[in-house]
């Protein structure tokens, strides 16, 4: 519910940077809290980066009484070239967007993912073990084998992690 509310919320903001975005040959993406803007090579080495970056920075600060918040932490810039990622300072470097990791060579699930991904599917394991005991019931285990075991691919029509994994997998050079 998350993902459509912060959608609905953020429209107007989403039609502001994809503006600006059209206008400057670039690409505008974002999922929740998740956003990308790749700008053309030819643009990055230009003059112009500093304006730019000063232009979006703008857009999102405009809307930072809506609830929007940029956390510096997280923002980079990267330069995409001969099939590398590199950083500002000319360092090689990755790009991490939902969920997976690319050196512009190789996408990879992110660990960060699949450590989450395994620490719920522990705790959901112990919570169920727990109530089984106090209920002196059998616990529910189809719903932690749907959740998170390959076997889950239709979970609830939409699959779980496992199928989200296996479908990026199958579009591009993935490695899980």
Excluded at 155 to 174: D, E, H, L, M, P
């Amino acid at each position: 519910m998350s993902a459509v509310c912060s959608n609905v919320h953020l429209i107007h903001f989403d039609q502001q940077i994809k503006a600006w975005a059209d206008s400057h040959n670039a690409l505008y993406r974002r999922y929740c809290d998740d956003m990308i803007l790749i700008i053309p090579t030819e643009t990055i080495f230009s003059d112009l980066l500093e304006e730019m970056k000063s232009d979006v920075f703008k857009i999102i600060h405009s809307y930072e009484s809506a609830g929007l918040k940029i956390q510096e932490g997280k923002t980079e810039i990267n330069n995409f070239s001969n099939g590398k990622i590199y950083d500002e300072t000319g360092n090689n470097s990755s790009l991490d967007y939902l969920g997976f990791v690319t050196d512009g060579q190789v996408v990879r699930v992110r660990v960060k993912s699949l450590f989450k991904f395994y620490c719920r599917a522990y705790r959901k394991a112990s919570s169920m073990k727990r109530v089984g005991l106090a209920t002196k019931r059998k616990s529910p285990r189809k719903d932690l084998y749907n959740i998170y075991n390959h076997l889950g691919f239709n979970y609830k029509n939409r699959g779980n992690f496992i199928t989200y994994a296996y479908r990026a997998c199958s579009q591009k050079n993935v490695k899980t």
